[in-house]
């Protein structure tokens, strides 16, 4: 399983970081970072970055992305979009 968030349409409410601990505060830019993440080319998104989600973490990956107003972050289960 892979998470994919999209800094550039986060809003920084910061729901994300309280559903899941990959997800910091980033106050000086008003967004949220994902840890361990890279940078990809996306077709959704103008700065995607994307990282593996470890086992016993995907449902606080979910509950990242179903947490965020502006649909900023998608789960994908192989090539499935789950979330």
Not at 24 to 46: I, N, Y
């Amino acid at each position: 399983m892979r998470i994919e968030y999209d800094r550039d349409t986060c809003i920084g409410m910061f729901q994300c970081v309280a559903e899941w601990d990959a997800f910091e505060r980033d106050e000086t830019a008003g967004k949220a970072v994902l840890s361990g993440s890279e940078e990809v080319e996306a077709d959704w998104g103008d700065d995607v970055r994307v990282r593996e989600v470890a086992e016993g973490e995907e449902l606080d990956a979910k509950f990242a992305a179903r947490s965020c107003p502006v649909d900023a972050i998608r789960v994908y289960d192989g090539d499935e979009r789950v979330v």
